[in-house]
């Protein structure tokens, strides 16, 4: 029934001839300015094929996938060129859209689909009209199309109807069109869509509607006013003002969200008035007892406020905020009270209330757990009523929340640069200790909120690991020593504790770290040390048991935590000695040999910074075997490297070495280039890919040193050498560089078949070149029998087997003239490979051509009639 | 109403991307957390966006279950975990703890490397990620928190598959994963124990199948592959690397080994390749199964294909029969399909529907499915009212409800039903007795306590079986009701008797009152 009148025109796929057709039209329509990129000719000749198929209802296309990537495609296309063209230029188009609106049955997917390319050629205005000529728009989108047929029922069909009105809402016309066709009721209803996403898809089409039809109004802000707004803008208002003055939960929250996606995407002055006509009922939800839409009014007023258009002090939004902040529940005010907080244009009056609010459950807390008048608090006065606070934190069902919440948000605010009002950091740092307490059973409450509490938190490890974050962010603050000796004192409860569980323990590792950290930077670091260093001895009797835990997430953990202190606090003496007096190192070493390769991984990064203190410790008088153990160290890395039959631990030895060479390990630096040449042989035959990456970049420190040490960098305010002696250092460069096989490894990354490698490879090459191919010197050096020709992989993995073949039988150094040693011979194939032309190859994703629209449209053709015989067979 | 409320944000109606919201006595469970093989884009993964809305992530959620290491069930964890920013706990068994990570390296590797993306989780996140996890036992209870408790059942499938029961006080909900009825050669079938859920969320990838024996298809699988080696071909079966037997990765013939064998055998018209599996658009292995025989390959080349294809369905899903089988075995009160085709879930659903009963439902990815549950109350039983009931020589059959009667005493959270007398020794308090009294009108002219000794005597005539005393006060008992002659009328032909009763002998008092408004006998008149 389909496929006969589609074969005359499936005859005629277009043709070369009509380039002459197309400019005509061009010149016709006037619209196709842009420079074209044609949907290639043979996709043009297996797009009639494609249609006929999706318009068969006998044929499934079951995959999904196959019509979403197909809409991406056209996406793409009616972004660069013109779409009325593309119509015209491909009729099989406007024939599949006619065909499915008459089949009797089709399926929900194909009419999906057909929504949603329609609305992706009428977003363009002349092929709107085109459209609109042959009755296409008001069949599919008007009353009498899908809408009134069973198929609606369908999520998908909905969803495709609403993306593909979404798509055309471009230019007036379709407003204008979408008005009268009694579309946006449609919208209105499917804001309340049992779908999700329809229900979403349909709120984010009202707002661009909104803002779409006001775009025009931004040029004459003192004469706007809502009664003269468009007709589509009027109709949204109104129904945006009836929904929240209706009695229904739903329809309210729904046009909270409507105007909070307003004001987020767009600051036009239109915004204020509206803001104007529609506070009154805003503001009237919030004197609800209690208030319900309590989440979305938070969302609307953080998303006015911020916003450059309610940034005045004198804005009516304020006052609206500072109502919220009274108002709303403790659970849902947090987020709005943080907020405000991070404003840089906020009333200083609003700012102080948000942190009264924040600070209200932490006090309660504070004052729950101690005796009457031990403390002065976090607040002078409660600003919401303190028996609502008393009374959430004293349910289990809400405790933890309202207690994770506050934490959360107030360990945002440690991480802004400047925090706008004064913080009590030290009461502060005494409610989250006291948190901690109860969390872990340490504390004696006094009084009977203070006992629930207590019960309601022992064990709970959100709480845990809610504070522990927080603890760690108020490290930044300059504390007394009793109050730092209670840090310590939780830590080490926390870290020591049987009960702790891996993720609490990994959190407690990180906030010791940062008091760690935070103290030896502090300027008064010196009167706090001898505390801090009492602590650290404690912390490496717990570190010893933690290394040796039966669970690998415990010692992994463990393991980061040793990497990171030792990087950090290397330089304190103090801690040196603590360290080499414990058995940390010892057992670092064992783990090196740990069942699980995440830990064994873990173990050669922390061995790799250890090693540098080994090496400080052994230059001392009295420590004898330092040399001797370091020694050990770079060999067990060695062999981890080229036995360990698991990708994680190779590749922290590779990471380890590339920041020794770096950083100039004393290890390293006796003999470079033999540590060098070591290293990149056993990478040279590694499987794994980051593995080999890592070797190159080892390879890229190397050249970069070896170059910058011979004055060859390119650095543009090194002196100038002399031509001679830039050409001797180059020799000489060269000369090391073969000797350590440098190229020899670099041209086997290149021909490799993980990409990243060869792309890499092919990057340090390029540059390498660009160094050592440019002096005229060497390239008379090498001129003698060279081919101008440029040559691919498969000629450089030749070269590369005669080169191994040459080495094979002679002992090291007898090969050097003919292979990988000799630097005539490297030179010749850096000259020689087309270095450029594999560079723009390797630039390219692998999968490039299954991704490309023909293999699309020929795996849709191939796909007809195999389905049933191969069932979607998942995994 | 209670209700438990399941939204997929991925599986729902379609295969790929696992990931359903289950909203159960106020916890939030997400189950699965997937990606789509299909996709390269932000489509890949389930829109977490439809949960962050309701506040911060660990907040809202309650924890998240993986039921196996696959990645349309795992592979956006560590995106979920590390990039979107849950912190709250990840459960798994351990198997599944053990190879997932693998897995997810892999799919990292692909697609760092292959499609060369940077902004993509790292192995760090991978680990930190698998820290989180905390992996569980079969058959191991899990307290989640106070009230939210999990179970994982054997699920076959994969080395480490599980079905999960969620549960929280007498409402519970089963999520299967990918299960398989029918035992292969190394893992055995899903089992579950008649745990009666609320809701049963199957899998339903073979909705409408019912597959031959393994072992005939092992049977063709051998006969193709001595056929083609007698030719004097080779054959290449690429596979899914883990889980499954192993040949030549990958199993969709999209890079590495098995491609490139692919690539010099495809000439050969004696070769054979054998597809055991699904393969995503875009790979080879979809384009020669589609039977395509040209392709294009890198540089520009066309590879031949002259080789024969065949496609051999080794997976393990349940099947029409298996997924039947396990709604019998589990006895859900509903049951709902995700992680299968809407047409084919259309059919079984409506065969569920009528063998066992129950509602079905089949949400599409974004639709929330709402049931009601009317959830039990657990109430301790006192021993002494146990003993009281078994005393009354009732036989107790645990297979048989029983209706029992007594005092309940809701007290610290707990319910207790003991015996009235012990309610209120507990509590201390003193018994009240309500006592319902009527009035009866009785024509006698003569003096009250002869009209009382008249009652009396008819009583006693009519109601040989009780006693009937006439107390020294002058009122008359009847068990434990009382009669007595009060106030006088306005007229004197008129008396008036009171009669009074417990609610305990709501009966006699009845039948006494009816009795007495008849009116006296006229012969002893």
């Given at each position: 029934m389909w496929r006969e009148p589609w074969g005359g025109r499936l005859s005629s796929p277009p043709v070369p001839g009509a380039k002459a057709r197309t400019a005509g039209l061009r010149g016709a329509c006037g619209s196709a300015k842009k420079t074209r990129c044609i949907m290639d000719r043979e996709c043009s000749q297996l797009l009639p094929s494609v249609c006929a198929v999706l318009a068969d209802s006998r044929q499934l296309v079951a995959d999904d996938t196959f019509l979403e990537k197909f809409l991406d495609w056209f996406k793409t296309l009616t972004e660069t060129e013109s779409s009325l063209l593309l119509l015209q230029e491909n009729p099989c188009l406007t024939e599949l859209i006619t065909c499915v609106l008459k089949l009797k049955d089709p399926s929900s997917s194909t009419l999906s689909f057909i929504l949603r390319l329609t609305g992706i050629f009428a977003a363009s205005e002349s092929c709107f009209q085109y459209l609109q000529q042959r009755e296409l728009l008001i069949s599919l989108f008007g009353e009498v199309g899908p809408l009134s047929s069973a198929l609606w029922e369908e999520a998908s069909v909905r969803s495709g109807w609403v993306q593909g009105v979404h798509s055309m809402v471009q230019h007036q016309s379709a407003l204008h069109f979408l008005c009268s066709c009694g579309a946006i009721e449609v919208i209105f209803t499917l804001q309340?869509?049992?779908?999700l996403f329809v229900a979403s898809a349909a709120n984010q089409l009202l707002v661009h509607m909104l803002t779409f039809s006001l775009q025009s109004f931004q040029t004459k802000p003192e004469n706007i006013k809502d009664c003269d707004w468009p007709i589509c803008a009027q109709k949204l208002i109104v129904h945006i003002e009836e929904s929240l003055k209706s009695n229904s939960a739903s329809r309210i929250k729904q046009s909270l969200k409507l105007l909070t996606s307003v004001f987020g995407c767009c600051h036009d002055l239109w915004t204020e008035v509206l803001w104007s006509r529609l506070s009154e009922p805003i503001v009237y939800l919030l004197e609800?007892?209690?208030?319900?839409?309590g989440h979305s009014l938070v969302d609307l007023f953080l998303s006015m406020a911020r916003s450059p258009v309610f940034s005045c002090p004198e804005c009516s939004l304020w006052t609206s905020v500072t109502c919220a902040l009274e108002h709303l529940n403790p659970a849902q005010v947090g987020r709005l009270a943080v907020g405000v907080l991070k404003l840089q244009e906020c009333p200083q009056a609003v700012k102080i209330q948000a942190l009264s609010v924040l600070l209200q459950p932490m006090d309660c807390v504070l004052k729950a757990a101690s005796q009457p008048l031990e403390y002065p608090g976090l607040l002078n006065r409660s600003v919401n009523d303190s028996a609502t606070v008393e009374t959430l934190l004293s349910c289990r069902s809400s405790c933890a929340s309202l207690l994770c919440q506050t934490l959360t948000h107030l360990e945002e605010l440690q991480y802004l640069t400047c925090l706008p009002v004064d913080l009590p950091h030290i009461p502060l740092l005494q409610s989250v200790v006291t948190i901690l307490q109860f969390c872990i059973g340490l504390a004696t409450p006094a009084s009977c909120l203070g006992n629930k509490i207590s019960r309601i938190l022992i064990g709970c490890f959100r709480v845990q690991r809610s504070a522990l974050d927080i603890l760690g962010a108020l490290s930044h603050w300059e504390s007394p020593s009793v109050f730092i000796g209670s840090v310590f004192d939780i830590l080490l409860a926390y870290l020591k504790s049987p009960d702790t569980s891996p993720t609490v323990l990994k959190k407690s590792f990180q906030a010791t770290l940062k008091w760690l950290v935070s103290l030896s930077e502090a300027p008064s670091s010196k009167d706090h040390w001898q505390q801090t260093e009492q602590f650290l001895q404690d912390l490496f009797l717990v570190l010893q048991k933690r290394l040796c835990s039966p669970y690998w997430e415990v010692r992994d953990s463990a393991l980061e935590f040793l990497t990171l202190l030792v990087k950090h606090l290397r330089e304190k003496e103090g801690f040196r000695q603590v360290l080499f007096s414990s058995e940390v190192p010892k057992l670092t070493e064992d783990l090196l040999e740990d069942p699980e390769s995440y830990v064994r991984a873990s173990a050669v990064t922390a061995m790799g910074q250890l090693s540098f203190l080994t090496h400080l410790i052994s230059k001392k008088p009295g420590v004898e075997n330092g040399n001797v153990k370091e020694k050990s160290i770079v060999a067990q890395l060695k062999e981890i490297l080229s036995t360990d039959s698991e990708g994680f631990p190779r590749r922290a030895v590779i990471s380890v070495f590339i920041d020794w060479l770096r950083e100039g390990h004393p290890d390293v630096l006796k003999d470079t280039e033999q540590f060098v040449s070591s290293v990149l042989q056993a990478v040279n035959s590694d499987l794994d890919w980051e593995v080999k990456a890592g070797g190159l970049e080892l390879a890229e420190v190397f050249s970069a040193q070896l170059l910058g040490r011979l004055g060859l960098a390119a650095c543009p305010y090194a002196a100038v050498l002399s031509s001679a002696t830039r050409s001797t250092h180059l020799s000489e460069s060269l000369q090391i560089f073969c000797q350590v096989k440098l190229f020899e490894f670099l041209f086997g990354a290149l021909c490799d078949c993980d990409r990243p490698v060869a792309q890499k490879a092919c990057d340090i090459l390029i540059a390498l070149k660009a160094e050592l191919c440019d002096e005229s010197s060497l390239k008379e050096g090498t001129s003698a029998g060279l081919s101008t020709e440029a040559r691919g992989i498969a000629w450089l993995e030749e070269t590369l087997r005669r080169w191994s073949s040459c080495a094979k039988p002679c002992p090291r150094g007898d090969a050097d003239e003919a292979g990988s040693q000799d630097p005539n011979g490297v030179l010749l194939v850096l000259r020689t490979v087309d270095l450029e032309g594999l560079h723009r190859s390797l630039n390219r994703s692998s999968d490039h051509i299954e991704k490309s629209p023909q293999s699309l449209l020929q795996d849709i053709l191939a796909t007809v009639g195999t389905l049933e015989e191969n069932e979607a067979d998942c995994y | 109403m209670p209700e438990i409320k399941v939204t997929p944000l991925g599986a729902g109606q379609d295969v790929g991307r696992s990931c359903i919201l289950v909203s159960i006595a106020g916890k939030n469970v997400m189950l699965d957390c997937g990606m789509h093989m299909g996709y390269n884009d932000d489509r890949r993964f389930p829109d977490f966006s439809y949960i962050t809305q309701n506040g911060r992530l660990t907040d809202f959620l309650d924890c998240v279950i993986i039921s196996h290491f696959h990645l349309d069930h795992c592979g956006a964890l560590p995106y979920f975990s590390e990039m979107v920013g849950y912190d709250g706990p990840i459960y798994m068994t351990h198997p599944t703890k053990a190879i997932c990570p693998i897995l997810l390296e892999d799919y990292r590797k692909i697609t760092v490397d292959k499609k060369g993306e940077t902004n993509f989780f790292t192995s760090q996140m991978i680990k930190d990620c698998m820290k989180k996890v905390v992996a569980v036992h079969l058959h191991q209870t899990i307290q989640v928190d106070d009230e939210l408790e999990i179970k994982a059942y054997y699920a076959g499938h994969v080395l480490g598959a599980a079905m999960f029961q969620i549960k929280v006080g007498s409402e519970s909900v089963v999520y299967t994963g990918d299960y398989n009825m029918t035992p292969d050669r190394h893992l055995g079938a899903a089992w579950i124990d008649k745990c009666r859920p609320d809701l049963l969320i199957s899998e339903s990838t073979y909705a409408t199948t019912i597959r031959d024996s393994k072992r005939c298809r092992e049977r063709d699988f051998l006969k193709k592959v001595h056929e083609s080696v007698e030719r004097g071909g080779k054959v290449l079966i690429p596979v899914f690397a883990l889980g499954r037997v192993v040949f030549a990765t990958p199993g969709m013939l999209h890079a590495g080994q098995s491609l490139q064998i692919f690539r010099k055998w495809a000439?050969?018209?004696k070769n054979m390749v054998i597809m055991p599996g699904y393969c995503v658009q875009g790979t080879v292995g979809h384009k020669i199964l589609s039977g395509q025989r040209k392709l294009e390959m890198e540089g520009r080349q066309i590879l031949e294909v002259k080789m024969q294809v065949e496609y051999m369905s080794f997976s393990a899903h349940a099947d029409a029969k298996g997924i039947m089988q396990l709604i019998r075995q589990a006895e859900p009160r509903s049951v709902l399909l995700v992680h299968g085709e809407a047409k084919k879930m259309e059919f079984l659903k409506q065969k569920i529907e009528q063998e066992f009963h129950v509602n079905c439902y089949m949400p599409a990815n974004g639709e929330t499915t709402t049931l009601f549950t009317s959830p039990n109350i657990p109430v301790d039983i006192s021993l002494g009212l146990l003993k009281r009931e078994s005393a009354i020589g009732l036989v107790p059959d645990s297979k048989k409800p029983k209706l029992m009667h007594g005092t309940l005493i809701m007290k610290d959270n707990s319910f207790r039903l003991v015996s009235p007398e012990q309610a209120l020794k507990e509590l201390g308090l003193g018994e009240h007795q309500l006592r319902f009294t009527c009035r009866v009108h009785i024509q006698d002219p003569r003096k009250e306590h002869e009209m009382v000794l008249r009652v009396y005597n008819h009583l006693k005539g009519v109601l040989k079986d009780y006693s009937v005393q006439h107390l020294p006060d002058g009122s008359i008992m009847v068990e434990s009701i009382l009669i007595q002659a009060t106030a006088q009328s306005e007229d004197q032909g008129t008396k008036v008797l009171l009669v009074s009763w417990t609610y305990q002998d709501e009966e006699l008092g009845s039948y006494l009152t009816s009795l007495l408004k008849k009116g006296l006998p006229q012969t002893t008149a």
């Open positions: 309340g869509d049992p779908s609800e007892e209690p208030v319900h839409a | 000439g050969n018209e």
